[in-house]
Nanobody
Framework: VQVVESGGGLVEPGGSLRLSCAAS????????MRWYRQAPGKERELVVD????????NYADSVKGRFTISRDNAKNTVYLQMNSLKPEDTAVYYC????????WGQGTQVTVSS
């Protein structure tokens, strides 16, 4: 089983990034999926989760209206579109899912700075 995040990088405030989470070894359409982030010196926080059908999405208040989670079950991939990025969005972003949310990726760094 693998969960691999990609798409992170350095972006200026107000910019956008799209993160991808490609899963192998399990079928994401059977499970809810989540994005977490962890900033330096802070605890890991849940950014957003999406149900197995995609019909329910729950966002942290800090990202509502700016981030959008989506899933492409045919590609077994989950995405996180991040717009209007702020310096406080700087963190390592992790994808999480599978049975009992047991699978984690290695994370992708997002840095928002001018």
């Amino acid at each position: 089983v693998q969960v691999v995040e990609s798409g992170g990088g350095l972006v200026e405030p107000g910019g956008s990034l799209r993160l991808s989470c490609a899963a192998s070894g399990f079928t994401i359409s059977s499970y809810g999926m989540r994005w977490y982030r962890q900033a330096p010196g802070k605890e890991r926080e849940l950014v957003v989760d999406i149900s197995s059908t995609g019909g329910t999405r729950n966002y942290a208040d800090s990202v509502k209206g700016r981030f959008t989670i989506s899933r492409d079950n045919a590609k077994n991939t989950v995405y996180l579109q991040m717009n209007s990025l702020k310096p406080e969005d700087t963190a390592v972003y992790y994808c999480n899912g599978g049975w009992s949310y047991q699978y984690w990726g290695q994370g992708t760094q997002v840095t928002v700075s001018s």
